[in-house]
């Protein structure tokens, strides 16, 4: 998988994101810079990437990918490639972003929205929940329900009675909000995740009877959850998954980094001979000195992580325990 | 006189876990694991420690004499200094 | 066994406490009535409602907790006083801390006593030990520390052992070495009383400067490093009613893992002060708000007398077997001064450490460990008696008999029985219980708790 940014404005303001940070640097407001949008002989190489790389799935992702003004040509494109569409969105889309989605089978995309997302970085809005609730019942099944947790008292429970109105897909999309590098972000810290772990534990009870399917992003790690806990998880179904890899986010700029939250620490040229999993290869060349440690400092000791079956959380969340070495010894 | 003074070069970094000190070396994509001794005296240097002040503190340690203590401790910069966690600059004194 | 069988009347029902059966439960009058002739008459033939209580009442359950006996084989931890100095001049200090002579432990004297421990470990086959700092200030003398703390885990490393390390700590220090700190300690207990004005007022420094926004960065290195925070916040008569403010403060700047919230025990200082404990009913009340914020934010509220996870005989570490080295190399079991101990006429002196070895008196590790709430009168017929197990010995008079409940008491009822309510999901009731003086009265006032000694119901 690889996600393209195709647009670094965003009009929201989460408190969450670990992508602003980056992406300011992109966004064309000062003058001479290049356009915050990639333009379509820049996407069709990004095509023939995906193409290079036999991945028959084109992840569109921002800032806000439907601000890209030729959004519904972006969306043609794809689909003449053959691609599977997967957009990652605020879902406040404009008319002709819904037009342009709205057509397409829903086997052939998934949008998936950020429903946590707002303008004024505290709860949506009104008109924002109302805007998201058209875009869920035009969209229907083409679209999947995504939540960033990032603080411990969340409540998922609204999702429900909109999967049931808006005959969207009966699954939620979980990630924990990580830390950008220079931590700005709001962003969940590992010593809230034991809690969260049992929140979302009891909501997976409710969600399951109700046959709602519970998806987990990167960074989710073994020990937030108890026993009972993971019990409950799997009675609901969860596809519970403690994964830290490259995403391949790849910039405007033809970068490709390992992922937002670690910016521009672990990047690499997007080459045009190069494939994605090559590219992969390089970034995890490059994170490797820093896998041994994990978000907590027992995690170098942890079984889970010894026999792979937990990554030891966000490498951003790890490195954010790092210090630069400030010794200096005069003998 | 001269004066040696070992200093971290840019691009270390470090962090304390359970099993010891992992230091890294980013320039070089080098990592190491400071254990027992080794994790105890990169521990106090990161606290500013002096010189001597890191020889007593070492010589309570390990139940030596000053003398051995210094002696260890340079041999340990040495070894930091040769697998480039540390680099070394002298300069004159007096 | 039935003298273990709690009742207070909540409202107009029954909160049925049963700690060796792990059992709480909400039952009416008539319940309780049925309880109590079921317990006490063999044909008693109780009506149906009841039963599945009575059959876990009539279980075996667990035994006891007992003081331990026998030799020093397992002990709680080992505690190191690096100073008995402090930077600090807190308005209700126990140990009048700026006052103290600044004598430091030696180095030797922390590996010996860190050596002495550690052997004594290895040879009980123990997996885990624990070392932890008190004062004073214990990083006003900090090199101490750090020597201990980088001794231990070489020591644990090379003996097959895993070591924990503790602090209580005022929070006054450099960036720097806070961040060692969080890098270093498994837990810190960091004394924070709440906002600047709050803590400003009731913990100045010796010099008079400012000393809250130091003690605020310091307490955000800790919530950012790896280090569990708890936050120990002393409540006074003129706090008492900002707790749930405390706790929403608290909540939005850091993040521990636990904040306890400590009544004022009173001392010489802080009546010097003019600083007053607060009311128990308005602590009761306001810890429960208070513990209602934090829980949101994923952290526990604790009171030190009631520990409901747990069944002990006493309160603190003295009967645990605790090993509390003072700078000069004695053994005590309580790391209170020796001056407090003779007011309240105990000796908490276990022994010294001589020539690299522990050398503990058997006789006084047998009078130390009598210090257990099967000592203590006034708690015999208390439901909280295998929690809060008397309170502090030294700072706690329990010489009075059943019933005669002081503040501290008082406060411990009422928040055990607020969190068994809560434990049951009785949140309306706890909060229309709390909100009724009247009922809270009748509830702590009561004599005897225990179900059959109840002359009536």
């Known amino acids: 998988m690889a996600n393209l940014v195709i647009s670094a404005r965003c009009n929201m303001a989460c408190p969450y994101c670990f992508a602003s940070e980056y992406l300011d640097g992109q966004s064309g407001n000062i003058p001479g810079h290049a356009s915050p949008y990639i333009d379509l002989e820049t996407f069709e190489d990004r095509l ?99 939540f960033t947790i990032f603080q411990p008292d969340f409540e998922l429970d609204f999702l429900i009675p909109l999967m049931v109105e808006t005959g969207c897909q009966k699954s939620v999309r979980l990630g ?156 | 006189m001269k004066n040696r003074i070992y200093f971290c070069p840019a691009g270390v970094e470090w962090v304390k876990n359970t099993d010891g000190i992992l230091v890294i070396n980013r320039n070089q994509s080098q990592s190491y694991l400071l254990m027992g001794l080794e994790s105890a005296v990169w521990s106090w240097m990161s606290l500013s420690y002096t010189y001597p002040r890191l020889v007593g503190m070492l010589s309570e340690l390990e139940g030596i004499s000053r003398q051995e203590a210094g002696q260890k401790l340079k041999r340990l910069l040495e070894a930091w200094r040769v697998i480039d966690i540390l680099e070394v600059r002298e300069t004159s004194h007096g | 066994m039935i003298s273990d069988i709690f009742a207070v009347p909540i409202i107009d029902k029954y909160l049925i406490y049963a700690p060796l059966h792990n059992l709480a439960s909400l039952v009416d009058q008539r319940g309780a009535i049925s309880l109590r002739k079921a317990i006490l008459e063999a044909d008693y033939q109780p009506p149906a409602p009841v039963e599945p209580l009575l059959a876990i009442l009539r279980s075996p359950g667990r035994a006891a907790p007992q003081p331990r006996t026998g030799p020093i084989k397992n002990p709680y931890f080992l505690g190191l006083i690096p100073t008995r100095a402090c930077n600090l001049s807190c308005l209700y200090c126990d140990f009048a801390g700026n006052r103290q002579p600044g004598s430091r432990m030696g180095l030797k004297t922390a590996k010996e006593a860190i050596e002495a421990y550690f052997q004594l470990a290895r040879q009980s086959d123990l997996q885990w030990v624990e070392v932890h700092f008190f004062g004073g200030e214990p990083f006003f003398a900090e090199n101490v520390v750090h020597f201990a703390v980088a001794y231990a885990e070489l020591r644990a490393q090379e003996l097959g052992l895993r070591v924990r390390f503790e602090a209580t700590s005022n929070g006054i220090y450099r960036a720097d070495r806070c961040r060692w700190i969080a890098n270093n300690f498994d837990t810190i207990v960091l004394s924070l009383d709440g906002p600047e004005d709050i803590q400003e007022r009731q913990r100045p420094a010796n010099s008079r400067r400012k000393t809250a926004q130091t003690v605020i960065r310091n307490a955000k290195i800790f919530s950012e490093g790896p280090v569990e925070l708890v ?227």
């Not at chain 1, 987990?216 to 890899?245: H, P, Q, T, W």
């Not at chain 1, 060349?285 to 079956?309: L, M, V």
């Not at chain 1, 990554?311 to 490195?319: E, N, Y």
Request: glycine fraction near 8%; include cysteine.
């Open chain 1, 48 to 146: 023939d990437f995906l193409d290079r790389s036999n991945i028959d799935e084109i992840r569109l992702i921002g800032g806000e990918p439907s601000l890209h003004p030729r959004f519904p040509e972006i969306i043609q494109r794809a689909v003449k490639r053959g691609k599977r569409i997967l957009i990652f969105t605020h879902g406040l889309l404009t008319e002709s972003a819904l037009t342009s989605l709205e057509v397409l089978p829903p086997e052939r995309v998934t949008v998936l929205v950020n429903m946590n997302a707002s303008r004024s970085g505290d709860e949506p809005s009104q008109k924002e929940e109302t805007h998201r609730r058209k875009t869920l019942l035009r969209l229907g099944g083409r679209v999947q329900l995504g």
């Open chain 1, 176 to 331: 924990i909000a990580q830390p950008s590098l220079n931590g700005r972000n709001r962003y969940l810290h590992p010593k809230q995740y034991i809690s969260v772990g049992r929140r979302l534990a009891d909501w997976a009870e409710r969600a399951g009877r109700l046959g709602i399917w519970m998806g987990f992003d990167c960074g989710f790690v073994r020990c937030m959850f108890s026993e009972s806990d993971l019990e409950r998880l799997n009675k609901a179904g969860a596809g519970i998954a403690y994964r830290c890899n490259p995403i391949l986010d790849i910039d405007l700029k033809d970068k490709a980094l390992h992922c937002f939250p670690l910016g521009d620490k672990f990047q690499t040229d997007l080459k045009l001979t190069l494939t994605a999993g090559e590219l992969r290869a390089i970034l995890e060349d490059k994170a490797k000195p820093y896998r041994r440690a994990g978000i907590y400092k027992e995690c170098t000791i942890c079984s889970y992580k010894q026999n792979g079956e937990c990554m030891g959380g966000c490498l951003a969340a790890a490195i954010r325990r790092f210090q630069l070495a400030k010794i200096n010894i005069n003998i």
């Open chain 3, 231 to 457: 936050i120990r916040s002393c409540v006074t008569e003129a706090t008492v009613n900002r707790l749930p403010e405390i706790a929403s403060w608290i909540a939005g700047e850091f993040i521990p893992s636990t904040v306890c919230f400590e009544a004022l025990t009173p001392s010489i200082l802080s009546k010097e002060a003019g600083l007053h404990p607060p009311d128990p009913w308005d602590f009761a009340r306001n810890f429960t708000l208070a513990s209602e914020i934090l829980e949101k934010a994923g952290i526990e509220t604790a009171l030190s007398t009631v520990v409901l996870h747990n069944l002990r005989t006493s309160f603190c570490p003295v009967g645990q077997d605790a090993l509390i080295i003072s700078p000069d190399g004695a053994i005590d079991a309580c790391y209170l001064m020796q001056a407090d101990w003779k007011r309240a006429g105990l000796d908490m002196r276990l022994g010294w450490l001589k020539d690299g070895k522990f050398q503990i008196d058997s006789e006084a590790v047998g009078r130390v460990r009598k210090n257990s709430v099967y000592e203590k009168q006034l708690c015999t017929a208390c439901l909280c008696r295998y929690h809060c197990a008397g309170g502090c010995h030294i700072n706690h008079s329990i010489a009075r008999s059943g019933g005669a409940y002081d503040s501290l008491c008082l406060q411990t009822r009422l928040v055990t029985m607020a969190s068994l309510l809560k434990r049951l999901g009785q949140e309306s009731l706890m909060h229309a219980w709390l909100d009724d003086r009247h009922a809270l009265e009748t509830s702590a006032w009561q004599p005897t708790d225990l179900l059959i000694a109840w002359k009536t119901l």
